[in-house]
């Protein structure tokens, strides 16, 4: 399986500044297809998991533009321009290139 | 919107079974493949099982494959997880998602424990 591993495991933040996260996955996940099936999620304390980026850079829908994914092959980026309060929480990268689909292992994010 | 409500968790003895049901809502259930992924407590997410749009395929983890069976009832609308021979490492949140290559809606999940 296909393993995703996330850096830093935790990190704290300051309202207003620059965040960011990193996943490397242990393969491509460039697709024959020419798409890149990799996606950051947001798991807010208490709270379901929230899709915020698919398939690297497009943020879904009600997304704010403050998050920004970026990458290619392995190696892959969230960004959080400036962050707010609501930001706190655990946030993971998944691939579904392949089956099974994998997780990392999750970066928390506190202010 | 989108609704995904899971029902069906509990507490039950290791080696019992368990059903756990996600009712769909907001949107047309039989265009979309359907995941479970479990979150143990205090842990990351692991997937364990999707369902593609019509039912015909399904994949399940290594870790519950043949005790897990998921499926789906376009009928009603509602997606299935059945869950035999359950051991304690099975306890945790179980979610649904909406989606077959990314999971864009969850529901807020079904709590399974499993205890003597």
């Known amino acids: 399986e296909i393993v995703m591993t996330q850096t830093p495991l935790s990190l704290s933040v300051t309202p207003g500044q620059p965040a960011s996260i990193s996943c490397t996955s242990s393969?491509?996940?460039?697709?024959?297809?020419?798409?890149?099936?990799f996606y950051w999620y947001l798991q807010r304390p208490g709270q379901s998991p929230q899709l915020l980026i698919y398939?690297?850079?497009n943020r879904f829908s009600g997304v704010p533009d403050r998050f920004s994914g970026s990458g290619t092959g392995t190696n892959f980026t969230l960004k959080i321009s400036r962050v707010e309060a609501d930001d706190v929480g655990v946030y993971y990268c998944?691939?579904?290139?392949?089956?099974?689909?994998?997780f990392g292992q999750g970066t928390k994010v506190e202010i | 919107q989108v609704q995904l409500v899971e029902s069906g968790g509990g507490v039950v003895l290791p080696g019992r079974s368990l059903r756990l049901s996600c009712a769909a809502s907001?949107?047309?259930?039989?265009?979309?493949?359907m995941h479970w992924v479990r979150q143990a407590p205090g842990k990351g997410l692991e997937w364990v099982a999707v369902?593609?749009?019509?039912?015909?395929?399904?994949y399940h983890a290594d870790s519950v494959k043949g005790r897990f069976t998921i499926s789906r009832d376009t009928s009603k609308n509602t997606l299935y997880l059945q869950m035999n021979s359950l051991q304690s490492e099975d306890t945790a949140v179980y979610y649904c998602a909406k989606g077959l290559r990314h999971l864009e809606s969850w529901g807020q999940g079904t709590l399974v424990t499993v205890s003597s």
């Open positions: 393969q491509s996940l460039l697709h024959s297809d020419g798409d890149t099936y």
């Open positions: 998944m691939q579904s290139l392949q089956l099974p689909p994998t």
């Open positions: 907001g949107f047309t259930f039989n265009n979309y493949g």
């Open positions: 369902i593609s749009k019509d039912g015909d395929k399904k």
């Open positions: 398939e690297v850079s």
